[in-house]
């Protein structure tokens, strides 16, 4: 029976492992940690709240004492660790952010595992998983192999430098100081509780609101998708049969160039709206609404500075060593994605529109503040 320390379960990609994790581990203790960043939100977790094996606790993974606290308090054995800044445009923006909690976060979080279940605890019956990025791999031209696990580093953007120099330290981790940890390196995800600042949702939410389409450069920079479910399977399997020290990468083998993709939405959209006068009246601003086509919604812009080209992931080790399969295919997912953007509107035009921040303030009273100035809360109220 594994406990879970989640950093950053109230993101994207944490909080489908989280809603997976629980519906496939009853019984087993999970505590999610998270800052709650413009990123994270406690309406992802909405349905999972009152599950009795769930503790939030609103904490920065750079308190290293709050942290070794948790571990010690809750007995944690596991530390999935997803918190991150994730975006690439914020980090061409403002890369401090990025620096401070993919770097100096990562780090934190390792010296409280260190502090914990090494020095005083002595077990090896532990585990930090890392989530990284095939960013940090760099950019492929059109006829390179798929990265593998030794393909050497590139890192373009201060994203993916932040996450290539925070794997090192966690591979360090283990060779100096024997922390069991294992990292997954994963290609683009996409589906449910999506931020509308990537490409997918943000895609699905402009067409529906009838509002353009940025497609960056020429639209042909390629991504290898892959839906978030099989991510968090990937992760689930390293952790129960992923050796000590090893580095698995995660992709769909699903690549797709940027215009095609988005010109698949608005195929999709169209052929939704089409057939379902309720979705015409409920958006009467998205073309398809009219009869008209998503795609004149399509507006090329700026390119994104130091933008990589290709990214295709070879996951050949992770199906041969611990017998992983996506299972999801992308125009499947795609629709999927686009039916759960439909059918929790609420959700985005909240995440969106900044209610979320007085959300938040009625749902959880703060208690406290520790030395980092953070707010810890106690939970929904
Ligand atoms: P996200 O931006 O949606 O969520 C990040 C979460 O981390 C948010 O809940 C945020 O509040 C929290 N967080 C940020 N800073 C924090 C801090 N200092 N302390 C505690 N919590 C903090 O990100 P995501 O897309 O879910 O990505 C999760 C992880 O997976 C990241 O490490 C990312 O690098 C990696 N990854 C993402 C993708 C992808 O396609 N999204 C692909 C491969 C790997
Ligand atoms: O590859 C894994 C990475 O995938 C993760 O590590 C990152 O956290 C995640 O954000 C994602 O990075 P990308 O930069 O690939 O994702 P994004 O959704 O920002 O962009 C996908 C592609 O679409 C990229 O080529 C840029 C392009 N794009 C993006 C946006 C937001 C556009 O053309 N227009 C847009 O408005």
């Known amino acids: 029976m594994a406990r879970l320390l989640v950093t950053g379960g109230a993101g994207f990609i944490g909080v489908n492992f989280v809603h997976h994790w629980l519906a496939a581990h009853p019984g087993q203790r999970v505590v999610v940690l998270d800052a709650l960043t413009y990123a994270g939100n406690l309406k992802s977790l909405e349905p999972v709240r009152g599950r009795p094996e769930l503790r939030f606790e609103h904490g920065n993974i750079c308190d290293t004492e709050r942290v070794a606290a ?70 492929l031209e059109a006829d390179d192999p798929a990265f593998h696990e030794r393909t050497p580093y ?72 892959l839906h978030v479910t099989d991510h968090c399977r990937g992760i689930e399997l390293i952790l129960a049969r992923g050796s000590p020290g090893e580095v698995y990468n995660i992709g769909g083998g699903q690549e797709c160039a940027n215009i095609d993709l988005v010109r698949t939405l608005c195929g999709i959209v169209d052929q939704r709206l089409a057939a379902d006068g309720g979705l015409r009246e409920r958006f009467p601003a998205c073309p398809a609404a009219r009869g008209e086509r998503c795609e004149s919604l399509i507006t090329f812009v700026a390119d994104r500075p130091g933008h990589d080209r290709r990214y295709a992931i070879d996951c050949g080790k992770i199906e041969r060593a611990l017998g992983y399969r996506a299972r999801l295919a992308l125009d499947a997912g795609l629709r999927q994605t686009f039916d759960w953007y439909v059918s929790n509107e609420p959700w985005w035009r909240t995440v969106l529109d900044g209610s979320y921040q007085s959300w938040i303030q009625t749902h959880y009273s703060p208690v406290a503040t520790p030395a980092s100035g953070v707010a810890r809360t106690t939970g929904p109220s």
């Open 154 to 225: 590139a890192p373009s953007s201060p994203y993916s430098a932040s996450k290539a120099a925070s794997d090192h330290l966690v591979r360090a981790y283990h060779c100096t100081f024997g922390l069991n940890v294992t990292t997954s390196n994963c290609s683009n995800n996409y589906g449910p509780y999506h931020f509308p600042e990537k490409l997918i949702p943000l895609m699905i939410v402009n067409i529906l609101e009838g509002r353009a389409l940025p497609v960056y450069g020429d639209g042909r920079n390629v991504r290898d998708w």
């Open 70 to 139: 948790l571990l010690r308090e809750e007995r944690l054995d596991t530390i999935v660790h997803f918190a991150a800044e994730s975006h690439v445009d914020r980090s061409i923006h403002g890369p401090d952010a990025f620096v401070e909690t993919n770097v100096v976060g990562t780090h934190a979080l390792l010296k409280a595992a260190r502090t914990v279940w090494i020095k005083e605890q002595g077990t090896a019956a532990h585990r930090f998983h890392h989530v990284s990025t095939d960013e940090v791999y760099g950019s």
